[in-house]
């Protein structure tokens, strides 16, 4: 009997090469991005005169997209190189996902800037970059791209905090 369990039907059609774990995982994510895309384009139009930065629509259709090229890139990438079973997911995982608690409660309590400063450094310290110089660079380049796409081309502002209110008053 453990010997029929053991063994492949003969009879059983085999699934094509392209449609594996990594097809599904990214036909999950196309598919659930192509349709909150598809509702993004019921959203209203503000009139310009109230409108501050672009169309409250733009953004996340834009983002949508992005989702879905990027979801795409990493498809074609595991055709080429396929994804390694892994057993255990590693440390850095976990040790990223207590940094996204504690972004949201650095941001809620102290300031939404240092949140993402605190974030970009260690979850670049955690995932293998030990150079500090790139370290605090990451730190506080990337914190402050953030923070003028947010400001100036999006018109939204941070919440208040220890930083941001140096700059809004």
Request: aromatic share 18%; net charge positive.
């Amino acid at each position: 009997m453990n010997n029929v369990r053991t063994k492949k039907r003969a009879n059983k059609k085999s699934l094509p090469f392209f449609i594996g774990d990594a097809f599904k995982v990214c036909f999950v994510i196309i598919t659930i991005s192509a349709i909150l895309l598809i509702q993004t384009f019921s959203f209203d139009i503000v009139p310009p005169i109230l409108n501050r930065g672009i169309q409250p629509a733009t953004f996340p259709k834009a983002l949508l997209v992005l989702i879905i090229v990027l979801t795409s890139v990493i498809y074609y990438l595991s055709t080429k190189k396929p994804w390694k079973l892994e057993k255990k997911l590693p440390k850095a995982f976990f040790i990223t996902l207590f940094n996204f608690v504690l972004f949201v409660v650095v941001s809620k309590y102290i300031d939404f800037f240092l949140a993402i400063s605190i974030l970009s450094i260690f979850v670049s310290y955690y995932w293998g970059e030990r150079r500090v110089l790139y370290l605090l660079l990451v730190s506080i380049i990337f914190p402050i791209i953030v923070f003028i796409f947010f400001e100036t081309i999006l018109g939204l502002r941070f919440p208040g905090g220890i930083i941001t209110n140096l700059y809004y008053y």
